[in-house]
């Protein structure tokens, strides 16, 4: 018929485009001109929302463009040599992509289960949990989503709980106006002189 779909599986396949970054944090140069990530108190924004939302928003009014957590945030574990993908990691299988060829190979995780005596599960790789929360921003053009960046294992598993519990609740993710606020969150690193 007419409304039937041509290439099979082709809605499956349709991304929505990705209008920007919102980022937790800033670049910064270390004494020895080495960069490094800094969190901050708000929002980095890019330019093109700085008239919707303001230049450090702290909180900015979304809708999500799914009903699935799964697919509002992306995580994985990953690591990158400089700008270049390096490693990207399911928790079971780890793809390393090699930096000459940009062929890829894939072993299973070497990730160990259970936490250190620090409390952190590092994986041999040096890959690390990382997030893209799709929204899209209120104010904001229609045409697609803003990807948020988040990091910290902890933090990733409380937002898809949220999510998850949400839906229960409203049976349903799109179509609800949600706040994202931005909180700096202090954590307590145990090391062998005590905690920090």
Known sequence: GVNEMPIKNLAR???VPRLGIIRLGVKVKNASGVEYPKEVDHFVVPPELYDKVGERPKSIDVLLPSDDPDEVIDAWLIRYDGPLLAVRCDGETATFVVKDTGRSRQQPCQRPEEA?????????????????????VLK????????VLIGGERR?????EEMRL????FGR????????????EEAQIVTPKGRI
């Open 166 to 169: 949400y839906r229960q609740t």
């Open 156 to 160: 990733i598993a409380t937002l898809r």
């Open 116 to 136: 250190d005596e620090q409390g952190q599960r590092a994986c041999p790789c040096g890959a690390e949990p990382k997030a893209r929360m799709n929204v899209i």
């Open 140 to 147: 904001g053009h229609l045409g697609g989503v803003h990807q």
């Open 13 to 15: 396949r349709a991304r």
């Open 173 to 184: 993710l799109t179509n609800i106006v949600f706040q994202i606020t931005r909180e700096v």
